[in-house]
């Protein structure tokens, strides 16, 4: 399966939007992927064809998956990381131009354009690691990469610098979503690929870089090293749609390029719902697993309006009356970036905010069903953070107190 087949797969189920007239690859695209859910593919954006919006939606997030929407975070939550790889050769490169490539500049304060949806394949001996980073353009060559400190790329950097040599790596553009989705997952170490491969009927089809580097099929792929150079990358929007400021990052040299004919480009809106989904329906069965330790979960959200990250909703039956707040607590643990969390009864849609609001205006009695924890360490990316990186995390038990399941009792013209 490839992205082009995932496409359009997504076209026979009417969730394609193509986009025929000339776009421009500054702000235009950007302004239109953000009016909308719904897959664009542009013929002529920057006189190249781009796809945006690829997994914006749940739907389409849920049928790259190879599951149904409601059972989504059941699934991920299952997995075992056993898929296969099967190594089907070595590929060709040629020359790197970037300025090939219809790179986009998103918003009026970016550093500069920004690849979004590349995915950076590192090895380091027999260990391959997959994650995503943005990558400011530096050159017809080179990317200003924003490795986050203590991640696993940064860590096979700084051990690959310590060795004195460079990090061999490969930015995959444009490959099936779930070999993306699996990469902004936290998986155990060097299973990235084996992860997509389940997700994908338990088989991926891989080919060897020169350098050694690993990488699936993709419409895009950039063989390089991170060597010793750093450059000023940012400012950038985040997950919040508010700017994260400059940092001097370490630089991307490409050495080769692979493209398919035509390439279809894939490009993420920074802030935009695909972002938020990538970053959040990864913890969504973290969060999962570790509620399911203390009573008996249904689902897990982690909302649109919360920026895909900072808010979940939990869905439980209770068994005992503080089912609610031990849920609560071990929703935190299992995503330290939380900021807020709702737990709500089996008749609650998890999905549905107005029945999650319904659920807190009928349900909640604030000297009761609030927790409020502080001095706890936040999320990085919330703009009301402290300076030492500490927040203000609340919980609210928005379930009906057992024994008393009659006052809250909806009419329904079914039951």
């Known amino acids: 399966m490839t992205m082009r087949r995932f496409i359009e797969e997504m076209r026979e189920r009417g969730l394609v939007d193509e986009i025929v007239d000339p776009v421009s690859t500054r702000f235009e695209a950007a302004q239109m992927a953000a009016k909308t859910d719904r897959i664009l593919l542009f013929r002529d954006c920057g006189g190249k064809p781009v796809v945006m919006n690829l997994t914006a939606g749940r739907p389409a997030l849920a049928a790259a998956l190879g599951a149904e929407e409601k059972d989504l975070v059941k699934r991920l939550a299952d997995a075992s990381y056993s898929g296969r790889l099967n190594l089907m050769g070595t590929l060709e490169m040629r020359p790197v131009d970037l300025s090939e490539i219809p790179i986009m500049t998103f918003f009026p304060k970016d550093g500069g354009p920004y690849i979004t949806a590349g995915i950076v394949f590192s090895r380091s001996g027999e260990v391959e690691n997959a994650s995503i980073h943005r990558m400011m353009v530096v050159g017809n060559d080179r990317v200003a990469a924003r490795l986050v400190e203590g991640r696993h790329t940064d860590v096979m950097h700084r051990e690959a610098l310590a060795r004195g040599e460079r990090l061999p790596i490969a930015v995959v553009i444009g490959t099936h979503p779930a070999v993306t989705f699996a990469s902004c997952t936290r998986v155990p170490e060097g299973k990235e690929l084996a992860f997509a491969a389940e997700l994908m009927g338990g088989e991926l089809p891989v080919w060897e870089c ?40 370490p630089v991307i040299e490409f050495t080769g390029m692979h493209t398919k004919p035509d390439p279809i480009y894939h490009s993420i809106l920074p802030g935009g719902n695909e ?13 999962f697993k570790a509620v399911a330790g203390v009573t008996s979960v249904r689902n897990v959200v982690l909302t649109t309006g919360g920026c895909g990250y900072l808010h979940a909703v939990v869905q439980i039956r209770k068994n005992t009356q503080g089912d609610g707040k031990n849920a609560i607590m071990a929703a935190f643990a299992a995503h330290t970036s939380l900021k807020h969390v709702v737990v709500v009864d089996e008749d609650i849609n998890p999905f549905d905010m107005g029945d999650v609001e319904y659920a807190i205006a009928t349900r909640v009695r604030g000297d009761r069903d609030l927790m409020v924890i502080t001095g706890v360490r936040g999320s990085s990316l919330d703009p009301c953070r402290e300076g030492d990186g500490t927040n203000v995390k609340i919980g609210v038990d928005a379930t009906m107190v057992l024994g008393e399941e009659e006052k809250f009792v909806r009419a329904r013209w079914d039951a």
């Open 210 to 249: 020169a350098n050694g580097v690993l990488v699936p099929d993709a419409e895009i792929v950039l063989e390089g090293y991170i060597g010793t150079e750093r450059a000023e990358e940012g400012p950038f929007v985040d997950i919040t749609g508010t700017y994260d400021f400059e940092r001097i990052q």
């Open 275 to 287: 972002h938020k989904l990538l970053m959040g329906v990864p913890y969504e069965p973290r969060i």
